[in-house]
């Protein structure tokens, strides 16, 4: 299976997404490293533990990371994913704990331990603790698979023109997509085609305990992208990141140049997306476009379903 390490700040979509790797065969999760965002750290934390047990993955190291952004103040969403992180379900309190050591150690020590080039990170919520770890061991840079993250679009979903993972931290972004990685961008040009329907949501609640909450998550979540957008559906962003590490033919995007606004007036945060060419800079991102949601939602509905299987 391909070895992937999770960076997270669950996050509804970031609980759909754990759970669709960890029910993957295709996948073995190495860990989670989590990072403050949707909610601060400790919430994030707390939220991935518990998703963890949920799973029955208590073996699972889950790295506390960085609690803010590298630069500035840290920017949350509780207006989207409720003052816990993980409105719409009850979970219990988690009773795993936190494995020792700070997240971008992990990172670190995990990709100088496996063989190079074997390790695909998996960032869905902001870069922090990737650049982190780059900053405290530029040698682990090249021995990183590629890096296949949730974030940016041509548009964005905080302010005109940045996403909210880029957003919160965007000299993290800058850092990351400047490293020379190959990095596959699932932006919100993408991300806002995989969109819930009742239909998805009540075979998820029928499968057993792990599908009744993503069935909870999602119906929690996509109230917010109904009354804001009058939306069809809840957009599943981070689940795409994962999808495309077990399915990538389900996509469809571009190799193009991808530069990150860290400064910018009205733009700071945003993706600086080529798609035509037109600054003729070297491609450093596949930036996904479009998507098949039939088989995205047919892939997530088997592999989390085989979590209720078990
Ligand atoms: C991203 O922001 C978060 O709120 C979601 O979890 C996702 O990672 C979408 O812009
Ligand atoms: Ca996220």
Request: hydrophobic residues 45%; glycine residues 10%.
């Amino acid at each position: 299976p391909q070895k992937i390490i999770i960076d997270t700040d669950p996050g509804q979509d970031d609980a759909v997404a754990i759970l669709l790797a960890l029910g993957a065969p295709e996948l073995e999760v190495l860990g989670l490293t989590v990072v403050a965002g949707n909610v601060p750290l400790d919430l994030t934390l707390g939220n991935a533990l518990r998703i963890c047990e949920l799973a029955g993955r208590t073996d699972l190291p889950v790295h506390a990371g960085c609690g803010g952004p590298l630069e500035g103040q840290l920017v949350t969403a509780e207006h989207v994913h409720g003052a816990s992180g993980l409105d719409g379900v009850d979970l219990p309190e988690p009773t795993m704990c936190a494995a020792p050591g700070h997240a971008a150690d992990f990172l670190i020590e995990t990709l100088r331990r496996e063989p190079a080039g074997s390790v695909t990170l998996v960032p869905i919520g902001p870069l922090t603790n990737i650049a982190e770890a780059f900053r405290r061991a530029p040698d682990v840079v090249q021995r990183v698979q590629r890096i296949v993250l949730m974030g940016g679009g041509t548009f964005g979903n905080v302010t005109p023109a940045a996403e909210f993972n880029i957003h919160v931290d965007p000299v993290a972004a800058g850092e990351v997509f400047a490293s020379g990685t190959e990095l596959v961008v699932l932006p919100l040009d993408a991300t806002h085609k995989a969109l819930t329907s009742p239909d998805w949501i009540e075979a998820m609640r029928a499968c057993g305990p792990v599908g009744r909450a993503v069935a909870g998550w999602t119906s929690s979540y996509e109230r917010f992208d109904r009354e804001k957008y009058g939306a069809q559906g809840a957009p599943l962003h981070d689940p795409c990141a994962v999808a495309w590490v077990i399915e990538p033919g389900i996509f469809s995007g571009r190799r193009i140049n991808v530069e990150i606004e860290t400064e910018g007036r009205w733009t700071r945060g945003m993706t600086v997306a080529d798609w035509w060419g037109a600054l003729e800079r070297k491609p450093n991102a596949l930036f996904i476009r479009d998507l098949d949601r039939d088989a995205l939602f047919r892939l997530m509905t088997d592999r989390i379903g085989r979590l209720d299987k078990r």
